[in-house]
């Protein structure tokens, strides 16, 4: 499965589709099309951040990918072996909504089916507005395979 990060000359970030259902073992490759972005897992082990990813699951941060750095179509690349929901932003877009989800297997009703804040005692950095509007739903992931998020749909 491949994912575009985009960057358009007017300014609009997204990922290209925004949600994805795999099976468990499938590797996802995201490409750097244009601008600079990361793939970085909702996980505590980056910077704090809300825990949406299963708890089983090794969380990841592709770090900053440019668009001709380290090389024309930098790409990342993670293989989902635990079912659940991910849910993942890119850090320098997180505000402008610039975030994926990607069902593996059964959704199950680990982090990423919850509702956002859903453990106020942890005390971590909750996903923003912008962001939590962003998301392809659940159901509708499983149902057509891909969305595009709200940008993409528009082009």
Not at 58 to 66: A, Q
Request: glycine share 10%.
């Amino acid at each position: 499965m491949e994912i575009k990060l985009v960057q358009t000359p007017a300014g609009e970030t997204y990922f290209d589709p925004a949600g994805v259902h795999i099976a468990p073992g499938d590797t996802v490759r995201w490409v750097q099309i244009s601008g600079f972005h990361s793939i970085t897992a909702y996980h505590p082990s980056n910077d704090n951040h809300e825990l949406r990813i299963p708890v089983s699951a090794k969380p990841w941060d592709s770090g900053v990918l440019l668009a001709d750095d380290p090389k024309r179509a930098a790409a990342f690349e993670h293989v989902f072996t635990v079912q659940g929901v991910y849910d993942y932003f890119c850090k320098p877009h997180e505000m402008a909504g610039m975030v994926g989800r990607i069902v593996v297997g059964d959704p199950g009703d680990g982090p990423g089916t919850k509702p956002f804040a859903y453990a106020p005692g942890e005390r971590w950095k909750s996903v923003p507005e912008v962001a939590r509007a962003a998301f392809p739903t659940i159901d509708e992931i499983v149902e057509k395979g891909t969305v595009l998020g709200a940008s993409a749909a528009l082009k």
